[in-house]
């Protein structure tokens, strides 16, 4: 095995920073705005009655079921058939964020449903409700024990996030493509790619680590 | 859309479900074994695998997948690219597998291994007898999620020109300037797919309820 593969990656080590930096950059407008959506979601299904339960569930089902790829793919290319035109960065965080809020509220509601009931039944007669009782009751220990299960769902953001090289958004995978064609040294590039999505997602495993201890000390 | 579209539609379904149940059918025991060696804690190789897990958790199914097509023809490797596609499906998946298992392992309790020693039992007799009958049992649900995640993972295989579902669908797409019923229809066989594992994964469970039961 020789390192001159290595050597040529480092020479054209802009063109990688500039896909990293826009991979974390997706990651980070698209976790937030599917925290947010999630989190939107997860109200619905607390608050709402039936006729609001059931269909957002079946849609969380369905989102669940279906590829991220194929999402992608219909918000790009689909949804100029409904006269709406995205580009492909737009589309990209849109189809990241719509899908992985999916998941946020799913693992919110598990969270929710292991919680012992009194806390809530105790603050309804206390006469909390609406929007109150969520923020200040229901959400705090639902908030404590998901934040692995949200971890791991950011991790599977920046995992996902490596689909849109397919609508030409150009992040990490795209850069480490584009140097891999131009000087043919796919083993390098991909190698440096892949080892940058490890310290990602080894980033994210550690916030986790951190945000439980002091989460732990304050408790 | 045209008949043959149809026809092609149904073909990439074909292929897609083959691709994926034989990165299962790897990806599971390869997974089983990575977790016994850090089970057995094999000196050395224990945190090599560690290491390798994580590497794998971490990675991109497409940027795998671009690794494995591109970069073993250079190391003087050619493989077809259905190979490489089923290859790397079943990377990553035995490294999901291998938590897996890993976890059922270390719940398993240490009592019954005792009393199968205390009982002469051998080692790999004690595995084949006692842990893995308990392991499928308690890994499944854990596995069956993980088929679907691979299942999902799957359209990276169209990157590299695998015709599945996703491949057919975007190819009508193009040629045909209507995206979205090709679309639909390939999301409507992925909640097919995806539906029957789920349906068989409770229908088993099920079964295991109403037996401890008896």
């Known amino acids: 095995m020789n390192f001159h593969g290595f050597e040529i990656v480092w020479s054209q080590r802009d063109l990688m920073l500039n896909g990293l930096l826009l991979t974390l950059e997706i990651v980070a407008i698209s976790s937030v705005l599917a925290a947010i959506l999630g989190f939107a979601v997860f109200g619905m299904l607390v608050q709402g009655g039936p006729a609001i339960v059931r269909p957002v569930k079946a849609a969380i089902d369905v989102i669940r079921a279906v590829p991220f790829m194929l999402l992608c793919y219909l918000l790009y290319y689909g949804l100029p058939s409904t006269g709406v035109t995205l580009d492909n960065m737009t589309a990209g965080i849109t189809a990241l964020a719509i899908y992985n809020a999916a998941y946020v509220a799913e693992l919110l509601r598990g969270a929710w449903k292991a919680q012992p009931p009194e806390a809530d039944e105790a603050a309804r007669a206390f006469g909390f409700h609406g929007w109150r009782l969520l923020v200040r009751i229901i959400m705090p220990p639902v908030l404590l024990d998901a934040v692995p299960m949200l971890g791991n769902q950011m991790i599977q953001v920046i995992k996902d996030s490596a689909f849109l090289v397919i609508i030409t958004v150009q992040e990490l995978t795209y850069a480490a493509n584009e140097i891999q064609a131009t000087y043919y040294v796919p083993f390098a590039s991909f190698v440096c790619a892949i080892l940058f ?23 | 859309m045209t008949a043959v579209d149809y026809l092609a539609l149904l073909a990439g379904a074909a292929n897609t479900i083959a691709i994926s149940a034989i990165a299962i059918v790897l990806g599971s025991p390869l997974g089983l074994m990575l977790a016994l060696v850090r089970w057995a804690k094999v000196p050395g190789l224990d945190g090599f695998v560690a290491v390798l897990v994580s590497l794998l958790r971490a990675t991109p199914s497409v940027t795998l997948m671009l690794l494995v097509y591109f970069a073993l023809p250079v190391l003087g490797i050619e493989l077809p690219r259905v190979v490489a596609a089923v290859a790397t499906l079943a ?11 890993r976890g059922a392992l270390l719940a398993f309790p240490k009592d019954q291994l005792e009393a199968a020693k205390a009982f002469g039992m051998r080692r790999h007799l004690r595995f084949r007898q006692i842990v893995l009958p ?45 995206p979205v019923p090709p679309f639909t229809i390939a999301l409507i066989i992925y909640l097919a797919i995806i539906g029957a594992l789920v349906l068989a994964q409770r229908l088993f469970e099920n079964r295991q309820l109403a037996g401890n039961a008896i």
Do not use: F, H
């Open chain 1, 197 to 219: 999505y490890w310290i990602l997602c080894l980033g994210v495993e550690g916030g986790v680590r951190g945000l439980l201890r002091v989460a732990e000390v304050r408790r």
């Open chain 2, 91 to 101: 990377l990553g998946s035995m490294a999901y597998n291998c938590e897996i298992w």
């Open chain 2, 134 to 178: 308990q392991l499928l049992r308690s890994a499944l649900p854990a596995l069956v999620n993980e088929m679907t995640l691979l299942v999902k993972v799957s359209p990276a295989i169209a990157v590299i020109g695998v015709a599945d579902v996703t491949r057919a669908a975007v190819r009508i797409g193009a040629a045909t300037y209507e």
